[in-house]
């Protein structure tokens, strides 16, 4: 079921975007697929042009896939699409990973790394942003869906 | 490579439509393995920075069109899965299409803030090609029947940023009937339609093995049908354009001289400037004459550009 976020649930969403890494606004339309999975759209489209839509035929997915809610802390974990939509926006709970890392990373792996940093963080390898993790003493945890992860790490330099 | 071993009755149609010179070529180039063709997606990253990155990577980058720089040919030699397996492709920064497949999006040119209907959209090459061109703005409905195609479809958006498209699932013929009930009209329409593939042998040598005419006919009825629901939906001055990736005359000029002869003053086909040599639309196929303005349509062959086949008709609609 598509459910495009009011104006209220947007803020609600910004919000905790602005708390966890520094965003100050969202260009386009949020929608929720289910109870987690957000989407950002957008297309010049009207709301009601949207429902129309959905009256007639079957709409599979509206825009892209920005992030979902982690259900234990409720906080933001963005994809990396997520993360590089709002590069230009992103000042807090960064980690920079160097070549070697981001192999791994890329790979679906956690890195066995000390950051400082606890929960949710967007990880970063120079100008690339690389989806986000989740940050715990020792490591940080993988969310890289396995159609996104290298295959081979000899490919990539 | 694998050799390809097309069925001697496509190769005897190949020899009707092209000349003796012309049909040895065509044979020799279809036994060769296709130029690596990526196509930078510049929702990401700017042409210049991607050819920076991949030649940094040890790549041989060209760019074959100089309107065109974000169209690049890897030189290098490379590991079979190697383009899809770099961590630029990864991130979304390219997309692997062959270089004939960008030609109905260069046809089609879409700009910016249009509302877009892309009828038969999966995998999502021309849609993310689309997009990349609108930057993002106005609107572009993806629509696909097949569940399976629409994942990839979905995949390949998402990888390349594009967030101005919704996508629908749905029959081709029965969407644009509900178009048509809610007076939903557009822009600019593609029609890639479903067809018999000969254009792809190079890349997809089981399409030799599938190939009969008989599929062939019941496709030109279903290409047909297509194009006479998405013309009904296309706003005054709106424009359409047809493609296959086939060479058969059955799908390709029958098609548009049916569009020409159903829509008699409302249409106007338009001629195509492509970056490619092309050849013209066949007037005469089979006992069967066509529409003169059938010369208008760009047929474009492997021997030609050393590219799969294809073939592109672009279409405005006057009233």
Request: aromatic residues 8%.
């Amino acid at each position: 079921m598509i459910h495009i976020l009011p104006n209220q649930e947007t803020q609600e969403i910004l919000s905790k975007l602005k708390e966890q890494f520094g965003i100050q606004k969202i260009a386009g339309k949020l929608i929720k697929i289910g109870k987690e999975r957000i989407f950002l759209f957008n297309g010049d489209f009207s709301d009601e042009q949207i429902k129309n839509l959905e009256k007639i035929t079957f709409i599979e997915k509206i825009g892209i896939y920005i992030g979902a809610i982690f259900p234990p802390t409720g906080e933001i974990r963005l994809s990396i699409e997520g993360t590089q939509i709002f590069k230009d926006q992103i000042t807090k709970n960064i980690f920079e990973i160097d070549n070697e890392q981001s192999k791994i990373w890329m790979q679906g792996e956690e890195l066995n790394i000390q950051t400082g940093l606890r929960g949710i963080i967007a990880i970063k390898y120079k100008d690339n942003f690389l989806g986000c993790g989740k940050a715990s003493e020792n490591k940080i945890g993988n969310f890289i869906p396995k159609s996104r992860r290298l295959r081979s790490k000899n490919i990539i330099k | 490579m694998k050799k390809i071993n097309p069925k001697p009755e496509f190769l005897e149609k190949m020899k009707k439509l092209l000349s003796q010179a012309d049909f040895e070529k065509y044979e020799r180039i279809i036994q060769e393995p296709l130029l690596n063709s990526i196509r930078c997606n510049t929702l990401k990253i700017s042409p210049e920075e991607l050819k920076k990155r991949l030649e940094e990577k040890g790549w041989k980058i060209s760019q074959p069109w100089k309107e065109h720089p974000e169209i690049m040919i890897v030189g290098n030699e490379l590991q079979p899965g190697e383009l899809g397996r770099s961590i630029e492709h990864l991130l979304g920064y390219y997309y692997i299409q062959e270089l004939a497949s960008m030609l109905s999006i260069i046809a089609l040119a879409p700009k910016q803030n249009e509302l877009i209907l892309d009828l038969c959209a999966s995998p999502g090459s021309k849609t993310t090609q689309m997009a990349s061109q609108m930057k993002n703005t106005g609107t572009i409905i993806a629509n696909d029947v097949n569940i399976k195609r629409i994942q990839i479809l979905a995949s390949n958006l998402e990888r390349c940023g594009v967030t101005n498209t919704i996508i629908t699932r749905d029959d081709g013929i029965r969407l644009c009937e509900k178009f048509k009930l809610q007076d939903l009209k557009f822009d600019k329409i593609l029609l890639d339609a479903p067809c018999s593939g000969e254009g792809t042998m190079r890349s997809s040598p089981k399409t030799c093995l599938m190939w009969n005419q008989n599929t062939i006919k019941s496709l030109s009825k279903l290409q047909k049908k297509l194009f006479k629901n998405t013309f009904d939906i296309l706003k005054p001055n709106g424009e359409i354009v047809y493609s296959t990736c086939t060479h058969a005359p059955e799908e390709n000029e029958e098609v548009v001289d049916f569009a020409l002869k159903e829509f008699k003053d409302k249409i106007k086909i338009e001629k195509i400037n492509l970056p490619v040599k092309c050849r013209e639309g066949i007037t005469r196929w089979n006992n069967e004459e066509y529409d003169e303005r059938v010369k208008f349509c760009a047929r474009i062959y492997p021997q030609d550009n050393n590219s799969e086949g294809f073939f592109v008709a672009k279409f405005k609609k006057i009233k």
